[in-house]
């Protein structure tokens, strides 16, 4: 079948076209054509104004909840989230039950997705039921199909076991994701220690808790020349750190959520529970300093890190509800109404370009003769998502019904076409 996107934009410095206005026909997941007029005859003929096309968007943090919590969200639903999201592929944390630790369990999710109209790659565990005590068989599932190995949201507290965990993952040319908590200081604390938390009465989690984390997970990348990825940074020091790590030249990478972009500690003061994460929502000054560290091109990566929860597990008292934003469909938009100077080149590098790089899937660029996942978007409409038109399971995401601006246009992966609103 012959797909045929008329007049779109183009996104992607690596690609000849990057910035032109061109028509694109696609078959078979192959870009056979570029041109500026193509007349010939197609199956299918896409012609939205102002239609923008990047390579497919990559989140490279996501909790899709299956097996094991099948009622927050599945396989099925995650993938349609992110397909409405924009994303052609996304990783999926290994705190499922049971937990992503060896290589059956890479097995069923690497054939699942099969049936999926996106790419969905495991995170293999690094500790055996991510208890943090022995090393799981990381090989295994590397060679199973696991993209990259981390405990997800169970960060490794053990400094012996991580340092193992970057000189084994050596071995296969591997990367470490780490969420950066030092859970001895940040498992009692709702929310940023400061002075709201004081003001509000809830208990405090320090900036310190994530900051020694990262420092300490430097150091040992510096002992090792691994490499890793820290993920979910909420701090202005913590930043600084990592930038530091990169001028330094380590092989050391992070990502950002969009909620730690859009939101700080002051939104709490509603107590509202669709706002409680971990890490939490840091001060105005740490916001800022994200932003900038996005604006500068410090942050590699957006990352949603999707984490659904169901009704009960939110509209209950702030002090037990669990933590998490399922915000994966409202990613862009949120990215888009924060940075709307950023160039669409960097947009498509924070969504896409720079995780296929960093976990090696391959170098995708937008020219004739390649295989290729695409995402189309625009910029300028404006766009209030709803909980009618979300597909995920759970609708714990604190972005619905906010006015943002831009939308995605639909996506082409596995060699197929999904417009959204169609």
């Not at 927050?72 to 937990?99: I, R, S, Y």
């Not at 009465?201 to 510096?222: H, N």
Request: charged share 20%; aromatic share 6%.
């Amino acid at each position: 079948m012959t797909i045929l996107l008329r007049q779109v934009k183009i996104a992607d410095q690596h690609s000849p076209f990057n910035g032109q206005v061109k028509d694109i026909l696609l078959q078979d997941a192959v870009l056979v054509s570029i041109q500026d007029h193509y007349d010939e005859k197609a199956d299918q003929i896409v012609d939205i104004p102002g239609t923008i096309v990047s390579t497919g968007w990559v989140d490279p943090f996501t909790n899709f909840c299956d097996p094991g919590f099948e009622h927050k969200e599945t396989l099925m639903t995650g993938a349609a989230a992110a397909q409405a999201g924009g994303f052609t592929t996304v990783f999926v944390v290994p705190n499922t039950q049971p937990v992503i630790d060896n290589k059956t369990q890479v097995n069923y999710i690497v054939q699942q997705q099969q049936h999926l109209p996106i790419h969905i790659l495991p995170i293999g565990a690094l500790s055996k039921k991510i208890e943090g005590k022995d090393l799981a068989e990381m090989i295994d599932m590397q060679q199973a199909g696991a993209v990259a190995l981390s405990d997800g949201l169970y960060p490794v507290q053990s400094t012996l076991l991580f340092l193992k965990a970057l000189q084994y993952v050596k071995t296969f040319d591997g990367v470490v994701i780490q969420m950066p908590i030092d859970k001895s200081m940040g498992t009692v604390g709702l929310m940023n220690e400061g002075i709201t938390s004081t003001q509000i009465g809830l208990p405090g989690i320090p900036a310190i808790a994530e900051e020694l984390m990262i420092a300490r997970d430097i150091e040992l990348l510096k002992y090792t020349n691994s490499k890793l990825h820290i993920t979910g940074v909420s701090t202005a020091k913590g930043i600084a750190l990592i930038e530091a790590g990169k001028k330094a030249g380590l092989a050391l990478t992070c990502s950002v959520t969009p909620y730690h972009l859009y939101f700080n500690e002051t939104d709490l003061t509603t107590y509202d529970t669709l706002l409680k994460v971990y890490p939490p929502l840091r001060t105005k000054a740490d916001q800022l300093a994200l932003q900038d560290a996005v604006q500068r091109g410090v942050v590699d990566c957006i990352s949603a890190h999707h984490q659904p929860q169901d009704w009960d597990g939110k509209t209950i008292e702030f002090e037990y509800a669990h933590a998490g934003i399922a915000c994966i469909e409202t990613t862009y938009s949120t990215i888009n109404h924060l940075f709307p100077k950023l160039k669409d080149e960097a947009i498509a590098n924070l969504l896409s370009n720079h995780a296929r790089q960093i976990f090696n899937l391959g170098k995708t660029v937008i020219q004739e003769g390649q295989n290729v996942d695409l995402t189309l978007f625009n910029r300028d409409t404006a766009n209030t998502p709803t909980k009618a038109v979300s597909k995920s399971k759970s609708v714990n995401n604190p972005f619905l019904d906010k006015a943002l601006k831009g939308q995605v246009v639909g996506t082409y992966a596995k060699g197929k076409l999904h417009l959204n609103n169609k």
